[in-house]
């Protein structure tokens, strides 16, 4: 269990990474800090052709993000789409349902750093064909303090790691979940 959470802490990513090469499409995982913005601003630049926000709050859309972000409007009325999946799961098939309808076979994952290991998993999972770029996003408390170093982040550690254990349990039950089995 310890080599396992410290192979789950070696996975983390550290720091941002700049994007290597363009993809198909970006997809963000809501829930973080700044990973919206961080997303949009990707799409601006031409890093992918369209942008999914996944599990957006439902009252979330184009109107709201581009009141929140007036600098990127233009690509977020043309190129942004939203889903409204409520777990990382939800996530991974509703992006699996996107990426398929659209024939896009890169995506740009953007979420927290401590969660691309799952949210990794679970879309590869989903997609086992389409290529994912991790775009992990990092907190400023992560920028400057180690982990361990604060309780709040300690214990956020820990529960991914136990999340992500479960997704490997339940994977092996129940191979790949369809878009109308969640509910």
Partial sequence: MLGGFLWFIWRVPATETAISHDADAIVVLTGGASRISDAIEL???????????????????SSEISRLNPEYEQWVRCCV?????????GN?????????????????????????????FEIGHQLPEV????????TDRER?????????????????????????????????????ELG
Wanted: aromatic content about 10%.
């Fill in 131 to 138: 290529a994912l770029l991790p775009f992990p996003v990092i």
């Fill in 43 to 61: 799409l601006a630049l031409g890093r992918g052709k369209r942008l999914l926000i996944s599990g957006a709050f439902p009252k979330t859309n």
């Fill in 92 to 120: 991974a098939v509703e992006i699996k349902r996107w990426a398929e309808s659209r024939g896009f076979r890169s995506l740009i994952v953007v979420t927290s750093n401590y969660h691309m290991p799952r949210a990794l």
């Fill in 144 to 180: 400057v303090e180690p982990w361990w170093a604060n309780r709040v982040t300690a214990r956020r550690m820990v529960s991914e790691y136990v999340k992500l254990i479960f997704a490997h349990i339940r994977m092996g039950l129940q191979p790949v979940v369809e878009s109308g």
């Fill in 81 to 89: 789409d939203f889903d409204r999946a409520v777990n990382t799961l």
